[in-house]
């Protein structure tokens, strides 16, 4: 098993139909983080008294990124070896980010689409045979479909395994 990471982002204003978090692999075959295997993603909102039906999506994302917020994979194993992705604000090659200020403008291709209850909050923990697998220089993205009645205090991430 390769080395485990989180990108997340905790108590956020976000904006409308957000990006929550992006994370884009290694450029070159064979570099650290050039091929990662999700584990887990969520979508939360604290603080909210008022239920709201949301949508949201994990997609690939292939081209006009948005605007992050540089955010460091944090790794699993207190003391560990840093990630192959750095923090970055652009999605370019081996970076990750979160809370777009700016959300992507391209096309993105979505692979899993749910609704859920922002009271309740959104947990993606995919059985093995359905982790999705995320090949050099990609970028894959956890977004809201829609707006949320209130934008702030939202908490989202992604847990991912670097392959090489």
Known sequence: MGA????SMKDQTIIASSDLVIIRTAAAIGTRASN??????????????????????IALQASAFGTYT?????????GGAASGIAGGT????????????ANAAGTKTTI???????LNGWLYVPVPEERILVPV?????????GTPGSL????A???FEELN
């Open 90 to 101: 652009t999605a370019a090659a081996a970076t990750a980010g979160t809370d777009a200020s």
């Open 152 to 155: 702030v205090n939202w908490h």
């Open 137 to 145: 220089d990609t970028a894959i993205v956890l977004a809201l479909i």
């Open 157 to 159: 991430g992604i847990t």
């Open 112 to 118: 899993i689409s749910d609704g859920f209850n922002n």
């Open 70 to 78: 540089s955010t460091t994979p944090s790794p699993h194993v207190l």
């Open 36 to 57: 990662i295997r999700i584990l887990r993603a969520w979508a939360a909102q604290a603080s909210a008294e008022t239920s709201d039906q949301l949508g949201i999506q």
């Open 4 to 7: 485990v990471y989180t990108v």
